[in-house]
């Protein structure tokens, strides 16, 4: 089982960023996909989440209106798409899969993403 994130890196505030998470060795479809990320000395938080039957999302408050969560189940892929990137946003961030029936869970190895003022 793998979950690759990609696409972190250094940004000017107000920029954008989209990171990817390629899931393999697992039914894709059939996990509910989240992103999270953690910040220095912070506790890892809930960044945005996509079920997979309704592709229903849920996001942080702090991430509404900016970051853009979705999934492409024929690529095992999750995408956040990220805008109007703010200093209080960077963080590493994880990739984050889950089956709510079996529980079963997985976690990638995060990228950073780290947004200059």
């Known amino acids: 089982v793998q979950l690759v994130e990609s696409g972190g890196g250094l940004v000017q505030l107000g920029g954008s960023l989209r990171l990817s998470c390629a899931a393999s060795?697992?039914?894709?479809?059939?996990?509910?996909m989240s992103w999270y990320r953690q910040a220095p000395g912070k506790e890892r938080e809930l960044v945005a989440a996509?079920?997979?039957?309704?592709?229903?999302?849920n996001y942080a408050d702090s991430v509404k209106g900016r970051f853009t969560i979705s999934r492409d189940n024929a690529e095992n892929t999750v995408y956040l798409q990220m805008n109007n990137l703010k200093p209080e946003d960077t963080a590493v961030y994880f990739c984050?899969?889950?089956?709510?029936?079996?529980?079963?869970?997985?976690w990638g190895q995060g990228t950073q993403v780290t947004v200059s003022s």
């Open positions: 984050y899969a889950i089956n709510w029936i079996t529980k079963s869970d997985y």
């Open positions: 060795g697992f039914t894709f479809s059939s996990y509910a």
């Open positions: 996509i079920v997979s039957a309704s592709s229903t999302t």
